[in-house]
C-alpha cells in the first residue's frame, strides 16, 4: 500500500491543479474545457471500475473520484506510463493484477523535512486492472471492513475509508464527495439504470472513443470535430446499429457510382450495400474526404466556424434526404456539448514562414521540452522540433503546425505566470499592436492587453489566456 505521504501528496497535487483550473493544462470550469476530455475520462473510469465494484463491492462512483483526485484525471506519469491510478507501491504481498514494478525517485516529507526516496510502485496492463487491485487492496485489509457497510451509499463509504487511515489530509473525503457531486458519479451506482441513462452512458462512452479521431481529422481537413462526432452517433447510434458492428460504418455512407478513396469493400445490410471499413478511424478519414473535397459540398467548408449552419448546407447538398436531418443532428450536438470539442486555432505554420506565430510556437516547443531557438523562422531545427513534440505527444508527425499540434502546445496563462508560455503571449499581443510587461512576465500590463483582445473578440474577458484566446491569437 502506498505510503501515507505520498498518497496525500498525490491528492492534494490533484485538488490544488484541479482548484486551479489548470489539470492536463485548461482550465477545468471555464472556456478551455474542450482542452481536456473529462467526461471521455469518467467515461473509461466507469467502464473499469465494473470489475472491482462486481468482484470486491466498492461503489464505482468512489472508484472514479479517488482515481481522477490521484492520478491528475489521469495525466500524471504513473498513470499515464505505468497505469497505476492510485499510487499502490510493490509489497512483499504480490497482487494477481499486478503486471510488475518500476523503481521511482519520490519526494516525501518525514517530519516537516522534505527527502528523496526510491520506490517500487506496482505497474498494470490497464486502467481495469488498476483499479481491481485497488478494490482488493480496500477488501482485503481488515481495517476497511466498516466501509463495506455502506456499499450503497459513496459518501459514508469513503468517510469510513478515510476514518480508517487512507489518507491523512483532514479534507481527503471531503474532497472525493465534492468530485462525486460535481460530475454526478453517483449515476454509476444506481441499481437500475433506465433505458434513458443506459443510451447516455453509452453516447458518452461512444464520444470519448471518437473524439480523438475526430479532432485530428478536423486539423487535417478542417471539417468540424462537433460535427463528425454527432453524424457518427446518428447514422450509427453510437456504435451500436448493425451497420457499425457488422460494416465499421459509421455515417451511413453507401456503395454507388462514386468509388471511395479509403475502402473499396461493401457490406450488404437490408438490401442496401454500404462502404466497409477495416476501423473507426477508417470511417471518420472517408467522411472527412467526401466533405472537404466533393465539390457539392464546397459552401458547408466555408461555414466550419458555424456547425449548425454546416449541417444545413450539407444537408442541402444532398447528404440527407430527410428535411429533418440537420436538425436532428444539431441537437446532438447541442446536448452533449460537442462544440466543445472543437479546434479553436485553425492556423497551419510550416516550413519558410517568418512570424511572430513561429516565435511563439517556438517559445511553446522550448516550454514542451523541445529545445529550439526562438528566431521567429520556420525553418529545418523548427521542423526537427516539431516532429519531435508530435512524436512525443503521439500526434501525427509532419512537420507542420497544424491547429492540433497548436491546441495541444498551448497551456492556461494567468496573471503572475513568468516563462516560455508567457513570452508565445507576449510575442502574439506585440504582433497586434498590443503593450506587455517585460519579456516573459503577466503583470499588469500585460492582463490590461488581454483583457481589451477578449473584449474585442467577444470573448469572457476573465484575463486568463486559455484555449479560445489562443484561438484568436493564432487565428
Request: glycine share 8%.
Amino acid at each position: 500500500m502506498t505510503h501515507p505521504s505520498v498518497r496525500i501528496r498525490a491528492a492534494l497535487l490533484a485538488l490544488a491543479v484541479s482548484a486551479a483550473g489548470l489539470i492536463g493544462g485548461t482550465v477545468a470550469t471555464t472556456e478551455s474545457d474542450a482542452a481536456f476530455d473529462y467526461n471521455g475520462y469518467i467515461a473509461k473510469a466507469a467502464e473499469a471500475a465494473k470489475a472491482s465494484k462486481k468482484l470486491y463491492g466498492v461503489p464505482r462512483a468512489v472508484t472514479i473520484a479517488q482515481s481522477i483526485l490521484e492520478s491528475g484525471w489521469g495525466n500524471s506519469g504513473l498513470s499515464t506510463k505505468y497505469r497505476n491510478y492510485f499510487g499502490i507501491k510493490c509489497s512483499a504481498v504480490i497482487s494477481p493484477h499486478q503486471n510488475g514494478c518500476v523503481a521511482l525517485s519520490s519526494y516525501e516529507y518525514v517530519k516537516g523535512k522534505k527527502k528523496k526516496y526510491v520506490s517500487r510502485f506496482r505497474t498494470y496492463r490497464s486502467m481495469e486492472k488498476s483499479f481491481l487491485d485497488h478494490g482488493r487492496m480496500l477488501n482485503y485489509l481488515d481495517r476497511y471492513n466498516a466501509a463495506f457497510r455502506h456499499s450503497n451509499d459513496p459518501d459514508k463509504f469513503i468517510r469510513a475509508v478515510h476514518k480508517a487511515g487512507y489518507a491523512t489530509d483532514p479534507n481527503y473525503a471531503a474532497l472525493v464527495i465534492k468530485l462525486m457531486k460535481r460530475w454526478n458519479l453517483y449515476r454509476f451506482d444506481t441499481p437500475t439504470a433506465t433505458a434513458s441513462t443506459t443510451r447516455t452512458t453509452t453516447s458518452k462512452a461512444f464520444i470519448a472513443r471518437i473524439a480523438g479521431l475526430a479532432r485530428r481529422s478536423e486539423a487535417v481537413t478542417g471539417v468540424p470535430s462537433s460535427v463528425t462526432i454527432a453524424q457518427a452517433m446518428f447514422h450509427s447510434a453510437s456504435g451500436t446499429n448493425k451497420l457499425a458492428t457488422k460494416a465499421k460504418n459509421y455515417f451511413g455512407m453507401a456503395c454507388g457510382k462514386v468509388k471511395s478513396t479509403v475502402t473499396s469493400s461493401c457490406t450488404t445490410i437490408s438490401g442496401t450495400k454500404y462502404r466497409s471499413y477495416k476501423s473507426l478511424a477508417a470511417s471518420v478519414k472517408d467522411q472527412a474526404t467526401v466533405l472537404s473535397t466533393r465539390p457539392r459540398y464546397a459552401k458547408a467548408m466555408k461555414l466550419t466556424a458555424h456547425p449548425k449552419a454546416f449541417l444545413k448546407a450539407v444537408q442541402k447538398a444532398g447528404w440527407s434526404s430527410s428535411k429533418t436531418y440537420a436538425t436532428k443532428v444539431y441537437a446532438l450536438i447541442s446536448t452533449y456539448k460537442l462544440t466543445t470539442y472543437d479546434l479553436l486555432i485553425t492556423t497551419t505554420l510550416k516550413k519558410g514562414t517568418t512570424s511572430a506565430k513561429v516565435t511563439a510556437l517556438q517559445s511553446l516547443l522550448g516550454r514542451a521540452g523541445v529545445a529550439v531557438k526562438t528566431t521567429g523562422y520556420f525553418g529545418t531545427d523548427t521542423v526537427a522540433a516539431v516532429k519531435k513534440y508530435q512524436k512525443k505527444a503521439k500526434l501525427t508527425v509532419t512537420g507542420k503546425a497544424d491547429p492540433l499540434t497548436l491546441t495541444k502546445l498551448t497551456p492556461d496563462v494567468t496573471k503572475g505566470a513568468k516563462g516560455a508560455q508567457v513570452k508565445a503571449l507576449q510575442a502574439l499581443l506585440k504582433s497586434r499592436k498590443y503593450a506587455v510587461d517585460a519579456s516573459g512576465t503577466f503583470g499588469s500590463k500585460t492582463l490590461k492587453s488581454v483583457k481589451a483582445l477578449q473584449k474585442k473578440y467577444g470573448l469572457p474577458t476573465t484575463g486568463i489566456v486559455s484555449v479560445r484566446t489562443w484561438g484568436v491569437l493564432f487565428g
